[in-house]
Each structure stands twice: as structure tokens, then as C-alpha cells.
């Protein structure tokens, strides 16, 4: 979350590009514009190898998929989603996600990097972490409770974004996608066995809810 001068995560509401607005529709604008995507599961390849770097930047092939993004991550109930997870390895990633604070944050990035946090100034959270690429399963995992995010927007303009509690965890976990890295990877071996199990045991319930949200969407 990114909290400007003078304000505390109770001034504003909603929170677009990191930046605070006075009103926001309940559906992103994005949601209406685009498609729902097919979301990649755990194990297929374009999830574990690296992005490449975005770019087309200003072009319709780019605002589309960031369109079809926020689509597919509104009917998959989620908090973030990586392009990866759209079938596409470009380092980008949108977010529609409330944190705890009740300060709900909109937005998209791409080529992101995190900065580096000093070793004084880093404090570990353990918390209940899921993924829409792993359906079903959640696990603790253990991730900075501050996070800052440089990169570009949609039309190359430079951004900053800062997430504290929830949002910086949604900020580090969206980022490790693009590195090609799932939460699965911060297990235990035999941790990340079960919680695949699971995964397999729960994914075509939450693939027939996605599939029933789309439908009332009319996606």
C-alpha cells in the first residue's frame, strides 16, 4: 500500500496506480472490457522458467491483455494475477485486492522489480498464502510485511508501488511469478507433495466455479 504525505491507510478508500481516488466502481472498468482467459496450473512450463520483458508499450495488444487480465482474475475470485498465469511470459501483473486496512487497491504493472529491504529494517510475516495456479490448497509462508515495486505502466510511464500487510505480500508473490517461482517453491518437499495432492483433488470444483462466474458476468 502506498501512503502519501500526511495520510494514514484510513484517508482514502481505494487506491488506483498507488494513487488515491474518491470514488471507484465495485467491477474495475477493465472487467467489462475484457475477455476471460484460460488460467495455467501448476507444472505447465510457462510458469517455472523467467518473463521476458514488456516492450509494446502504448499498443492495444498490450492494454487488451491487461483488459483480459482483470477479467480473469475477477472471476477466479483472486487477489493479483500474473501474466504467466494467462499463458503469456511477459513481466506484468495486475492487482484488485483489499488490504488490512479495508483500503482497496487497483492496478497493473510491468517489468517490476522489488527493492532491496536493508536487513534492520526486514520483519518476516507467516501467513496463509494460495495461488490461482494451485486451486485449492493454501499454506503459511513467511513474507516481508513491507514491499516497494518499481517498474511501468501501460504506456511506459515510470511507477511506484508501496504494499504493506497483505498488499506487499500479493506485490512479492506476483513478482515471484515472473521469475518463474509459485509459493510451492517456498516449501518443504514434502509440504509442497501434499499441497499438490490437494490440488489435484480440489482444482475441477474451482475450475466449475471460475467457469460459473464468467457465465453471470456474461464473460
Known amino acids: 500500500m502506498t501512503v502519501g504525505s500526511g495520510d494514514t491507510p ?47 508499450f502504448g ?36 492487482w484488485d485486492m483489499t488490504d ?14 522489488l527493492d532491496e529491504v536493508p536487513a534492520e529494517q526486514r520483519r518476516l510475516v507467516e501467513e496463509s498464502e494460495g495461488c490461482l495456479s494451485v486451486p485449492g490448497p493454501y499454506r503459511v509462508v513467511p513474507r516481508l510485511d513491507r514491499a516497494v515495486v518499481r517498474g511501468r505502466d501501460k504506456d511506459g510511464h515510470p511507477l511506484v508501488i508501496e504494499g504493506r500487510g497483505y498488499f506487499a505480500r500479493c506485490l512479492q508473490h506476483e513478482t515471484d511469478h515472473l521469475h518463474g517461482h509459485l509459493y510451492l517453491d517456498r516449501l518443504a518437499r514434502r509440504e509442497r507433495k501434499t499441497a ?9 470444483e474451482k475450475f466449475a466455479r471460475r467457469a460459473a462466474l464468467a457465465a453471470k458476468l456474461g464473460k
Not at 488490512?100 to 522489480?113: E, K, M, S
Open 10 to 56: 484510513q484517508d482514502r478508500r481505494v487506491r488506483v496506480q498507488g494513487e488515491p481516488v474518491d470514488s471507484y466502481p465495485r467491477l474495475a472498468p477493465e472487467v467489462g472490457r475484457g475477455a476471460v482467459r484460460r488460467i495455467t496450473v501448476a507444472g505447465e512450463e510457462v510458469l517455472h522458467r523467467p518473463c521476458r520483458e514488456v516492450t509494446g
Open 59 to 94: 499498443t492495444p495488444e498490450l492494454a487488451q491483455l491487461i483488459d483480459d487480465m482483470f477479467a480473469t482474475n475477477q472471476v477466479a475470485e483472486g487477489a493479483g494475477l500474473a501474466a504467466n498465469q494467462v499463458g503469456v511470459d511477459l513481466r506484468l501483473f495486475v
Open 100 to 113: 488490512d486496512w479495508g483500503v482497496r487497491h487497483v492496478g497493473h504493472i510491468a517489468n517490476p522489480v
Open 196 to 204: 499438490l495432492r490437494e490440488m489435484e483433488e480440489s482444482k475441477e
